[in-house]
């Protein structure tokens, strides 16, 4: 209750700010402009649109389309005027989602769904496919020849085939979701893996633990036909001898386990050879957090951390219009957009608790588009230094 009331007051202080300003502006000064959205944009523009995972748009979306998906034209209201806009020739709508089924998939409405002309497109699983689409992503590797890419598509087949008998699982007994995304990642890891090993073989082996072994308990691991064990990074021999060192002379910063070195090279390991999102899982209080903390301040590297809970808001993330000492209003950037811009690290502790809306804003910096989308700002940012996501989901 005394936290409602805060906000209350807080909300009713800027708008006492906002009215003085518009009092001393002429209310000219801080008057709000209409930004077109990317729909209105390709009607007018006459260009195609992809509406990517379509079925989670918001009914008021969907109501939209619907005017649009069913008539020639749209109605927009701007400055008290309705404003009527037309469809061009070349102008067209695809729509793309995953299955319903799909674990936190809802049903496009057949309302909406009965407009589209449906196409199902399965992942691909043939031997012959398989192979052509790791040549495409490895060819012009001198260092890779036929016999690797047998084993790359040999391994994915099986690993495939094992997760759909529902024989490899999780640490923590989960099914795994292994997909045509995992192999293309896999694939750029390897790339930049023949740049550090010397062996071409150990660059895949260590390609396919990272984004495929590591992911399964010790049980699943033992009906894969491929035996490996990973190997250490300099970058973690030197950071666990300079930590051993320190021990010696009195000044424990970590507690180094056998466990904990494990973890922390694997950790180094997915940190140097790729730049996507790591997802740390595990009992609370087991050193999720510490973990990239030390790894942090090992390499100089700065960090941000937000602590989720169910009234996280995505404002939080990205940022929202706020008003300085003078009642001007700006966009304050939330802290996801400045970790993008200065190419910090972000802990996102306990991400299983954040609301939908937020998980959906992360969704296409975290694909591979590795793009933040500010609506309110109608502005796209591209991520051009390496940014790692390091979030957290205790049990």
Same mark, same amino acid.
């Given at each position: 209750?005394?936290?409602?009331?805060?906000?209350?007051?807080?909300?009713?202080?800027? &708008?006492?700010?906002?009215?003085?300003?518009?009092?001393?502006?002429? #209310?000219?000064?801080?008057?709000?402009?209409?930004?077109?959205?990317?729909?209105?944009? =390709? %009607?007018?523009?006459?260009?195609?649109? &992809?509406?990517?995972?379509?079925?989670? =748009?918001? +009914?008021?979306?969907?109501?939209?389309?619907?005017?649009?998906?069913?008539?020639?034209?749209?109605? !927009?209201?701007?400055?008290?005027?309705?404003?009527?806009?037309?469809?061009?020739?070349?102008?067209?709508?695809?729509?793309?989602?995953?299955?319903?089924? #799909?674990?936190?998939?809802?049903?496009?409405?057949?309302?909406?769904? $009965?407009?589209?002309?449906?196409?199902?497109?399965?992942?691909?699983?043939?031997?012959?496919?398989?192979?052509?689409?790791?040549?495409?992503?490895?060819? +012009?590797?001198?260092?890779?020849?036929?016999?690797?890419?047998?084993?790359?598509?040999?391994?994915?087949?099986?690993?495939?085939?094992?997760?759909?008998?529902?024989?490899?699982?999780?640490?923590?007994?989960?099914?795994?979701?292994?997909?045509?995304?995992?192999?293309?990642?896999?694939?750029?890891? %390897?790339?930049?893996?023949?740049?550090?090993?010397?062996?071409?073989?150990?660059?895949?082996?260590?390609? &396919?633990?990272?984004?495929?072994?590591? /992911?399964?308990?010790? /049980?699943?691991?033992?009906?894969?036909? %491929?035996?490996?064990? /990973? @190997?250490?990074?300099?970058? =973690?021999?030197?950071?666990?001898?300079?930590?051993?060192? @320190?021990?010696?002379?009195?000044?424990?910063?970590?507690?180094?386990?056998?466990?904990? %070195?494990?973890?922390?090279? @694997?950790? !180094?390991?997915?940190?140097?050879?790729?730049?996507?999102?790591?997802?740390?899982?595990?009992?609370?209080? *087991?050193?999720?957090?510490?973990?990239?903390?030390?790894?942090?301040? *090992?390499? #100089? /590297?700065?960090?941000?951390?937000?602590?989720?809970?169910?009234?996280?808001?995505? $404002?939080?993330?990205?940022?929202?219009?706020?008003?300085?000492?003078?009642?001007?209003?700006?966009?304050?950037?939330?802290?996801?957009?400045? =970790?993008?811009?200065?190419?910090?690290?972000?802990?996102? +502790?306990?991400?299983? &608790? *954040?609301?939908?809306? !937020?998980?959906?804003?992360?969704?296409?910096?975290? +694909?591979? #588009?590795?793009?933040?989308?500010?609506?309110?700002?109608?502005?796209?940012?591209?991520?051009?230094?390496?940014?790692?996501?390091?979030?957290?989901?205790?049990?």
């Amino acid at each position: 209750m005394n936290n409602t009331l805060n906000k209350i007051d807080i909300l009713n202080n800027e &708008l006492n700010k906002f009215m003085q300003q518009l009092i001393k502006s002429g #209310n000219r000064k801080n008057s709000f402009k209409y930004l077109e959205g990317i729909l209105l944009q =390709a %009607i007018k523009n006459d260009e195609w649109i &992809l509406l990517d995972e379509i079925n989670l =748009a918001s +009914d008021n979306i969907l109501l939209k389309l619907k005017s649009i998906l069913e008539g020639n034209s749209i109605f !927009i209201m701007n400055n008290n005027n309705i404003n009527e806009y037309h469809k061009k020739n070349k102008f067209r709508i695809f729509g793309s989602m995953n299955p319903e089924y #799909n674990v936190g998939k809802k049903r496009l409405p057949s309302e909406i769904r $009965e407009f589209f002309s449906e196409l199902f497109i399965n992942e691909i699983s043939s031997t012959e496919d398989i192979n052509n689409f790791i040549k495409e992503y490895l060819q +012009d590797l001198p260092e890779i020849n036929e016999n690797h890419i047998n084993l790359i598509s040999n391994f994915y087949i099986e690993i495939k085939k094992l997760q759909k008998n529902n024989q490899i699982f999780k640490p923590n007994g989960s099914k795994t979701s292994f997909s045509l995304r995992t192999l293309t990642r896999a694939l750029l890891t %390897i790339r930049n893996g023949l740049k550090i090993f010397k062996k071409t073989d150990t660059a895949i082996y260590e390609s &396919l633990s990272m984004n495929f072994i590591s /992911q399964i308990d010790t /049980q699943s691991k033992s009906l894969l036909s %491929i035996k490996y064990e /990973q @190997t250490s990074l300099n970058l =973690a021999k030197e950071i666990i001898s300079k930590e051993k060192s @320190t021990e010696k002379n009195g000044k424990k910063n970590f507690i180094l386990t056998p466990m904990f %070195i494990k973890h922390l090279e @694997t950790l !180094i390991q997915i940190v140097t050879l790729s730049e996507y999102a790591v997802l740390l899982e595990g009992p609370t209080s *087991c050193g999720k957090t510490s973990i990239v903390e030390f790894l942090a301040k *090992c390499l #100089n /590297q700065k960090i941000l951390r937000i602590n989720n809970n169910q009234n996280t808001e995505v $404002e939080e993330y990205l940022g929202s219009y706020t008003t300085d000492k003078n009642g001007n209003f700006y966009f304050n950037e939330g802290f996801l957009v400045k =970790a993008v811009k200065e190419g910090f690290w972000i802990i996102l +502790d306990e991400i299983n &608790l *954040c609301p939908s809306e !937020i998980l959906e804003s992360l969704n296409r910096l975290l +694909d591979d #588009n590795r793009e933040l989308s500010i609506p309110e700002i109608n502005k796209v940012i591209k991520l051009i230094k390496i940014l790692e996501y390091y979030c957290y989901k205790s049990f």
